[in-house]
Every structure is written in structure tokens, then in C-alpha cells.
């Protein structure tokens, strides 16, 4: 008679949950600190709120342990930075200048959007190196990310919080010591999904005049039919379908209830921008049960579940300029899809 496997009968979303929770256990205890755009209530509220606009909240795709893993899985197969050793190079480049421009040997790195650390981990590396005092603090929707980001980071103390950017959070609670420290602040990945008619802004009113602002942007080399064919293929594959469907099955749809489409939209009044969108299209008519609600949903509605906005290098130069954030280096990889800049705020002056 044949034992019976420990992992008989766990589905693959609670099997993926298992191995992630394993590979984030840190060595000693730490503390996590939620914002309150990161408690239940709040991401229920948030949830519930765009179901009615067709639009789902950006954090959804990355808040729980399962869609954490599903990020994991899509980014080291389609992210530049897993993909490519001239991309690491470029970061490298506009990490060093960072410090170059630095006027004290100390500050507080922020980074806005962790993820899984990597990018922060090597810029981090640079001020070991040369022996800089650095006050480390990662902000994340998600609490595993979070967590994982904290394990890579392990040589540095870090304070870590859980937070939604789309919320707006004051970042003023994360700069209690009594002798304030210029801050690197990292941005990293966040402007495609967030969008720069919300981050901009919110970017523009935390930024101070002795801060940094490192930012990453998605790029397009033209908004050529021909480009934008090739661009949206890294959005539209078998790892990204399984990303989105990860966050659909969570909230309760089944796999027959929708189908994915991928499409290039014009973003409104700008020149030399798009941005990809995913859509869920329902299949049938049912009713989607979610915390105690009903949620009516009919066959042909559409349900936004992803989005990510490019910019040709000069279209983001002037957004950037027409927002009043100083553009100190730019970045552009060889095939103009990505772009690293560091960045000064003109709308703020020493008091």
C-alpha cells in the first residue's frame, strides 16, 4: 500500500503560499509597521470600490502571499533587471552618481515599492563599499514582499512598513530622529502601474529640496504600430496571464467566468505615450459574493485588472519638466525601453 504524499490534496495557490512563506523567514524578529491604507477594512473598502468602477485597485495584483509569488515568477522571466546584464549596469550607473552627489555621508534611503530588493540591495552594496552611515527604510503593499526584501537587506537594519502608494501615504512618520538626514528616495518600477497623474504629484509634495528622487520609467523607443506590438508581447504571455488570473480567482471568479484581453490604449492629451491594459472580460452572467456583498456581473462586462504606461525618453522629459521635478542624470538602455533618472525637486526651497 502506497503512503500518501504530505502534499496530496494542497492546491497549487496554497502550495505556492507555503513555499514563499518558507523562503521569507528571516533569522531574527522584526517589526512591520501597516499604514492604514494596508489594513483589511481599508483594501476591503478599496476592493469593493473598484469592482463598481470596472477598475481594480493596482495593489491587489501584489497584496497576498499568492500573488506575491505570481510576481516573483513573471519578473525574473520579463523584468529587464533579471533579464539582461547591461540593464544591472545602467542601475549601477545611476546608483553611483547618486552617492557621487551626496554632500554628507549620511542619509536615509527610502525606497517607495520594494519588491523583492533586488534593486535596492545593489544599491545598497555601493555605500557598504565605501562606508556611508545609512538609515534603511522599505515601503511595500505587500507585507511578504516586504518581508522578502528585509531578508535580502539583512546586512542593514531596516524599518520596514506596509503601505499603499495609490493611498498617498505622509511619509513625514518615517523621519522621527531628531536630526533630519537627506533622504535617497527610490521609486522604482512604480510609475507604469500607479501612473504619473497620480505619483508626479504625490512625488512633487514629499520630495525636499536636499532629497534625491531615484525613479525607473517603462520606454518606448517610437509609438510606431511596430513598437508597440513588441512592447505589449511583455504583457501578453503565460506568465503574466497566470499574474492577473492569480488576483481574479482570490477575490472569487473561476477560471470559466472571464477571459483576458490585452490591448495599447493613448493616454489622454499626451504626446509620445501609451500605456498596455489588461481587461477581464465576463463570460456569463453570475453574482460575485465578496465580504458580505453581492456584486452583480453580466456577460460582456469588463473588468480592468492591470495597466502600465510607456513613454518615449523626450515625452518623459518634458512630463517631467512640466512638473517641476530636475532632471540631474538619465539613464536610457540601448533600445530605449528603459530609463533610470535621478531627480531634484524645483518646487521646493530651503526654508
Same mark, same amino acid.
Given at each position: 500500500m502506497s503512503s500518501k504524499s504530505p502534499l496530496q490534496g494542497i492546491?497549487?495557490?496554497?502550495?505556492? =503560499? /507555503? /513555499?514563499?512563506?518558507? !523562503?521569507?523567514?528571516? +533569522?531574527v524578529s522584526v517589526q512591520v509597521t501597516f499604514h492604514s491604507s494596508a489594513l483589511p477594512d481599508v483594501i476591503q473598502a478599496k476592493v469593493a470600490a473598484g469592482i463598481a468602477a470596472h477598475r481594480l485597485p493596482a495593489g491587489l495584483l501584489y497584496g497576498s502571499i499568492g500573488q506575491a509569488a505570481r510576481w516573483l515568477k513573471y519578473a525574473r522571466a520579463w523584468a529587464p533587471i533579471h533579464r539582461r546584464?547591461?540593464?544591472?549596469?545602467?542601475?549601477?550607473?545611476?546608483?553611483?552618481?547618486?552617492?557621487? !552627489?551626496?554632500?554628507? =555621508?549620511?542619509? @536615509?534611503?527610502?525606497?517607495?515599492?520594494?519588491?523583492?530588493?533586488?534593486?535596492?540591495?545593489?544599491?545598497?552594496?555601493?555605500?557598504? &563599499? +565605501?562606508?556611508?552611515? #545609512?538609515?534603511?527604510?522599505?515601503?511595500? #503593499?505587500?507585507? !511578504?514582499l516586504t518581508l522578502g526584501a528585509a531578508q535580502r537587506l539583512n546586512a542593514w537594519q531596516t524599518q520596514l512598513h506596509v503601505a499603499d502608494l495609490e493611498s498617498?501615504?505622509?511619509?513625514s512618520v518615517l523621519?522621527?530622529?531628531?536630526?533630519?538626514?537627506?533622504?535617497?528616495?527610490?521609486?522604482?518600477?512604480m510609475l507604469p502601474t500607479l501612473g504619473h497623474a497620480m505619483l508626479f504629484p504625490y512625488l512633487s509634495s514629499v520630495l525636499k529640496p536636499e532629497d534625491?528622487?531615484?525613479?525607473?520609467?517603462?520606454?518606448?523607443?517610437? #509609438?510606431?504600430?511596430?513598437?508597440?506590438?513588441?512592447?505589449?508581447? %511583455?504583457?501578453d504571455n503565460p506568465e503574466a496571464r497566470l499574474w492577473y488570473s492569480g488576483a481574479l480567482l482570490?477575490?472569487?471568479?473561476?477560471?470559466?467566468?472571464?477571459?483576458?484581453?490585452?490591448?495599447?490604449?493613448?493616454l489622454s492629451g499626451t504626446a509620445g505615450a501609451y500605456r498596455i491594459v489588461v481587461?477581464?472580460?465576463?463570460?456569463?452572467?453570475?453574482?460575485? %459574493?465578496l465580504h458580505g456583498e453581492i456584486y452583480p456581473m453580466a456577460a460582456g462586462d469588463r473588468l480592468e485588472v492591470f495597466r502600465s504606461e510607456?513613454?518615449?525618453? &523626450?515625452?518623459?522629459?518634458?512630463?517631467? !519638466? @512640466?512638473?517641476?521635478?530636475?532632471?540631474? %542624470?538619465?539613464?536610457? &538602455?540601448?533600445?530605449? %525601453?528603459?530609463?533610470?533618472?535621478?531627480?531634484?525637486?524645483?518646487?521646493?526651497?530651503?526654508?
Open positions: 492546491s497549487e495557490s496554497n502550495l505556492i =503560499d /507555503m /513555499m514563499i512563506l518558507r !523562503s521569507y523567514t528571516l +533569522d546584464d547591461a540593464i544591472s549596469a545602467l542601475y549601477q550607473s545611476v546608483y553611483r552618481s547618486t552617492l557621487d !552627489s551626496m554632500e554628507r =555621508d549620511e542619509f @536615509h534611503y527610502l525606497a517607495l515599492g520594494c519588491g523583492d530588493g533586488v534593486k535596492d540591495a545593489s544599491f545598497l552594496e555601493l555605500t557598504a &563599499s +565605501d562606508k556611508w552611515r #545609512v538609515k534603511v527604510t522599505l515601503l511595500d #503593499v505587500s507585507p !511578504s498617498r501615504p505622509d511619509l523621519d522621527l530622529a531628531e536630526r533630519r538626514q537627506p533622504r535617497v528616495i527610490s521609486c522604482l518600477g534625491r528622487l531615484v525613479i525607473s520609467a517603462n520606454l518606448s523607443p517610437t #509609438v510606431s504600430d511596430e513598437d508597440k506590438a513588441s512592447i505589449k508581447s %511583455q504583457y482570490e477575490l472569487g471568479l473561476e477560471r470559466n467566468d472571464f477571459a483576458l484581453r490585452c490591448s495599447v490604449e493613448s481587461h477581464a472580460e465576463i463570460l456569463r452572467g453570475f453574482e460575485l %459574493q510607456r513613454w518615449t525618453p &523626450s515625452a518623459l522629459r518634458h512630463r517631467f !519638466s @512640466h512638473q517641476g521635478l530636475e532632471i540631474i %542624470q538619465a539613464s536610457v &538602455s540601448n533600445d530605449c %525601453q528603459e530609463g533610470v533618472y535621478v531627480i531634484a525637486n524645483r518646487n521646493q526651497f530651503p526654508g
